[in-house]
C-alpha cells in the first residue's frame, strides 16, 4: 500500500509520518517511510549564510533535480516492499512550488506524475498558515515566511490534482496528527481491499 504525504511546510508530515510507522512496526506490519525531498531548507540556510538569493528559475530546476531522483529511488523501493510505504513528499509538492513563484507546471513533473505508480491515497495536510508559521519558527531551521506559506497554500488547491487528495486536518498535537493519519491510511487499506491497518 502506497500513501503520500503533502502539506506547507509546518504541517507536520515528517513527524506524522515517522510516529505512523513506528507504530505500524510495533503492531508487527511491514512499514516502510521514505522521504522525497528537494533540499530547499539547505539551500534556504546557505543563501541566507552567505547572503546569495537564488533565481526562483534556477532553485526550482536544482530542486526539480534533486527531487526527481529521490522520488525515482523511492518508488523503486517501493516496489519491492511488501508492506505499508508513506512518502514524505512528492512531485506534487514541486508542482505546488512552481505555481507559487508564479512558474510555469511545465511538462515534464506532470508526466512523471502520470508514469509512477499511482498511490492508494495522497493526505494532504491542512493547516492554517499562522500556526504552521509558529511551528516552522519553533524549530529554528527554517527561513520560511507567513505570506510564503499563505501562497504555497493558495498553490497546493489551486493545482488540478488537489481534487484528487484527501485533505487532513492537521492543527492539532502531533499525537493527534498522527492519529488521524493511521485512521486514514487505515480507511484507505479498507476501501481498497488490504486489510486492517494499525492504527497505533
Do not use: W
Not at 522520488?71 to 512531485?91: C, E, K, Q, W
Amino acid at each position: 500500500m502506497l500513501i503520500v504525504l503533502t502539506g506547507i511546510d509546518g504541517s507536520g508530515k515528517t513527524t506524522a509520518a515517522q510516529a505512523t510507522v513506528k507504530a505500524a512496526r510495533r503492531a508487527g506490519q511491514n512499514a516502510l517511510l521514505l522521504r522525497n525531498y528537494a533540499g530547499r531548507r539547505r539551500m534556504s540556510l546557505l543563501s541566507t549564510q552567505f547572503g546569495v538569493q537564488l533565481h526562483p528559475r534556477v532553485a526550482d530546476a536544482v530542486e526539480t533535480a534533486i527531487r526527481t531522483a529521490n522520488v525515482v529511488v523511492s518508488h523503486a523501493r517501493a516496489h519491492r516492499h511488501p508492506g505499508l510505504v508513506i512518502m514524505d513528499r512528492h512531485l506534487h509538492c514541486q508542482l505546488a512550488l512552481r505555481q507559487a513563484r508564479g512558474l510555469p507546471r511545465g511538462r515534464l513533473l506532470p508526466f512523471l506524475l502520470a508514469k509512477f505508480p499511482k498511490p492508494d491515497v495522497v493526505l494532504h495536510l491542512v493547516i492554517d498558515p499562522h500556526q504552521a508559521h509558529q511551528r516552522v519558527m519553533a524549530r529554528g531551521t527554517d527561513t520560511e515566511t507567513l505570506e510564503e506559506l499563505d501562497t504555497l497554500r493558495a498553490a497546493y488547491q489551486a493545482m488540478p490534482e488537489y481534487a484528487d487528495f484527501t485533505e487532513l486536518a492537521a492543527s492539532g498535537t502531533p499525537e493527534d496528527v498522527a492519529s488521524k493519519l493511521s485512521l486514514a491510511i487505515a480507511d484507505a487499506a479498507k476501501r481498497q481491499g488490504d486489510g486492517p491497518v494499525p492504527t497505533g
